[in-house]
Antibody
Framework: QLLESGGGLVQPGGSLRLSCAAS????????MYWVRQGPGKGLEWVSA????????DLADSAKGRFTMSRDNSRNTLYLEMNNLRVDDTAIYYC?????????????????WGPGTLVTVSS | EIVLTQSPATLSLSPGDRATLSCRAS???????FAWYQQKTGQSPRLLIY???KRAAGIPDRFSGSGSGTDFTLTISRLESEDFAVYYC?????????FGQGTNVEI
């Protein structure tokens, strides 16, 4: 199971830290991901992190502003978001890699958490 | 960056009909790192198909995936009421991951 938290209303230029608590599987064995969905829009991949946390990757829209990390001792995933913009408004989902045997950048997402809403507005 | 284009945008069908959803990639996917998701209103996406043609755990056999290269298809053999939803394709061959824009299967 995955459960996101930390969403809310923030002004443009502000910061938020999202968390995703994982349970029911060996967290440290799987790549993890953040995917977002703007209001009435499609899905957009945001970031990925390797099982150990030593490697990560970000979408261009997130580079320089977002940082993804994980704490395997706490079974928790994080997304630190700075300099937020109005177009970052979205539901942010965390997702688990579908297979522990795949390289983290060649893995599908399964399952997904219920999501947390981030609203960037003045 | 690989762009995925889904067609049609909307599919209007009735229960019992066959649904054929398409997803075309802007470049050939060298491996079948391709998935399909179903999303119902107010819910998070659910994995249906991975590896282009492998059904995820618990997915009914009326859902099937096929394709390779640049053209991929999701087929729902006989639509049931709970299948009316938005469907997205995903490529995970290379970063950045990309999704199609979605196909809305409506009654």
């Amino acid at each position: 199971q995955l459960l996101e938290s930390g969403g809310g209303l923030v002004q443009p230029g502000g910061s938020l830290r999202l968390s995703c608590a994982a349970s029911g599987f060996t967290f440290s064995s799987y790549g993890m991901y953040w995917v977002r969905q703007g209001p009435g829009k499609g899905l957009e991949w945001v970031s990925a992190i390797s099982p150990s946390g030593t490697q990560s990757d970000l979408a261009d829209s997130a580079k320089g502003r977002f940082t993804m990390s994980r704490d395997n001792s706490r079974n928790t995933l994080y997304l630190e978001m700075n300099n937020l913009r109005v177009d970052d408004t979205a539901i942010y989902y965390c997702a688990k890699g579908g297979s522990s045997g795949y390289y983290f950048l060649n893995n599908y997402f399964d399952p997904w958490g219920p999501g947390t809403l981030v609203t960037v507005s003045s | 960056e690989i762009v995925l284009t889904q067609s049609p945008a909307t599919l209007s069908l009735s229960p019992g009909d066959r649904a054929t959803l398409s997803c075309r990639a802007s470049q050939s996917l060298s491996n079948t790192y391709f998935a399909w998701y179903q999303q119902k209103t107010g819910q998070s996406p659910r994995l249906l198909i991975y590896g282009a043609s492998k059904r995820a755990a618990g997915i009914p056999d009326r859902f099937s995936g096929s394709g390779s290269g640049t053209d991929f298809t999701l087929t729902i053999s006989r639509l049931e009421s709970e299948d009316f939803a938005v469907y997205y394709c995903l490529q995970y061959v290379t970063s950045p991951y990309s999704f199609g824009q979605g196909t809305n299967v409506e009654i």
